[in-house]
């Protein structure tokens, strides 16, 4: 059973076994005294980042040892508890410094043998700087990988920039990985996050959990563990309610949006010269209407209403609450609704190509014609009355 010391004279040992697995996985080890200490180990030559199914699982694990070692230091298991947020397992030991001490290694790394990686490295983090070679190592960092089941991209957005806000309430760094993101590269998107002022750790140590480990990953996969119950307890507001209550929570999303939400630079320009042109449609010295946008979405989901649960919310929905905006910004009694109402526009985006030829829409403006959708081939008869079709 090997040791090994550190400065200030304590020692760890491996629990058990010398050999470390070869695949991720939280480990046990044994200081001087006796006293067993947990940690994770991924091999250094894993790919990086892991499949949603081991970060997750690697989360229920890390719950079941630290489950375990206060077990064995207290005789008996511990009654179950709602740990805090900012919980610090005194049983963890952080896989910096475990692999700092020795406790990482294989077999052939604590004998002395040269150890070759069997992959290439992997490629930098979004938000690693250009000079980060030079840069002290960062002590603590939260690293975003972008992969998720939904097909839509405001989820993913979501989480990005909430993990962002908590970074900077946490005074970590923070990097964005997209290497297995279904979208494809973030910068075919957005302009890169902000460079941090450090180097960024070696990717085997970055773990998602526990949440006190010195590099945080966050994915759709940890959402539970990282945005959970103990993270609303932490950051909401007890004192108010409803919507107010977590606030807070969405002051964490702003900060991420007001930093990362920058489009690549031609996309930037047209949004603004759209932007411009639609101003102008509604604009007036003394009585400028409104612009109203609807975004009528048909993709993969369906209202969560019993009503619609099978089909979409009608257009005429739509067209009325955006009527209903305008009414309320210019009132009757006002002199120049009319007017205001008269020049206001209806913008409209969708994700069917077919919604802009409704008859319901007519009038309206696309919010933007640099891309548009094929769409669907009408149906036949025997198509409509659910029978195969023959052609």
């Known amino acids: 059973m090997g040791a090994w010391s550190t400065d200030s004279g304590t020692s760890y040992e491996l629990v058990g076994d010398d050999s470390l697995p070869d695949f991720p996985t939280p480990v046990v080890v044994t200081d001087s005294s006796g006293k067993p200490r947990w940690t994770i180990s991924i091999p250094p030559h894993t790919a990086f980042p892991l499949h949603p199914s081991d970060y997750a699982e690697l989360c229920a694990?890390?719950?079941?040892?630290?489950?375990?070692v206060s077990s064995l230091l207290h005789k008996s298991a511990p009654p179950a508890a709602h740990k805090p947020y900012s919980h610090i397992d005194p049983n963890f030991l952080d896989p910096t410094l475990a692999d700092r001490l020795g406790l990482l290694l294989s077999a052939a790394q604590a004998a002395?043998?040269?150890?070759?990686?069997?992959?290439?490295?992997?490629?930098?983090?979004?938000?690693?700087?250009?000079?980060s070679l030079s840069l002290p190592p960062c002590t603590r960092s939260l690293t975003v990988t972008l992969e998720t089941p939904s097909a839509g991209l405001a989820p993913t957005l979501m989480l990005l920039w909430t993990a962002y806000g908590l970074a900077l309430s946490e005074d970590r760094a923070f990097f964005i990985d997209d290497t297995r993101w279904p979208y494809g590269s973030y910068t075919d998107f957005f302009l890169p996050p902000p460079p941090a002022t450090c180097r960024p750790p070696p990717r085997h140590h970055i773990t998602p959990c526990p949440h006190s480990a010195a590099h945080l990953l966050v994915?759709?996969?940890?959402?539970?563990?990282?945005?959970?119950?103990?993270?609303?307890?932490a950051f909401e507001d007890a004192h108010r309610a409803g919507n107010a209550r977590q606030k807070p929570i969405f002051d964490l999303a702003r900060k991420g949006y007001e930093a990362l939400f920058h489009l690549k630079p031609e996309d930037a320009t047209h949004v603004s010269d759209r932007l411009a042109e639609l101003r102008s449609m509604v604009a007036h010295p003394e009585t400028p209407g409104k612009i109203v946008a609807m975004h009528i979405r048909h993709g993969d989901a369906h209202p969560l209403s019993f009503q619609y649960r099978d089909a979409y919310i009608p257009t005429p929905h739509y067209?009325?609450?955006?009527?209903?905006?305008?009414?309320?910004?210019f009132p009757s009694t006002s002199p120049s609704a009319s007017s205001q109402r008269a020049r206001s526009v209806f913008v409209v985006a969708s994700d069917d190509p077919d919604v802009y030829t409704d008859d319901d829409l007519i009038g309206s403006v696309r919010a933007q014609s640099v891309i548009k959708l094929a769409s669907r081939p009408p149906l036949s008869a025997s198509q409509e009355k659910g029978e195969p079709d023959e052609r």
């Open 219 to 233: 994915s759709a996969a940890t959402t539970p563990h990282t945005f959970g119950g103990a993270f609303h307890d």
């Open 61 to 68: 694990q890390t719950g079941e040892i630290a489950t375990h």
């Open 319 to 329: 067209t009325s609450a955006a009527h209903s905006l305008l009414a309320s910004s």
């Open 112 to 131: 002395g043998l040269t150890y070759r990686p069997s992959r290439p490295p992997p490629p930098p983090l979004l938000g690693e700087s250009f000079s």
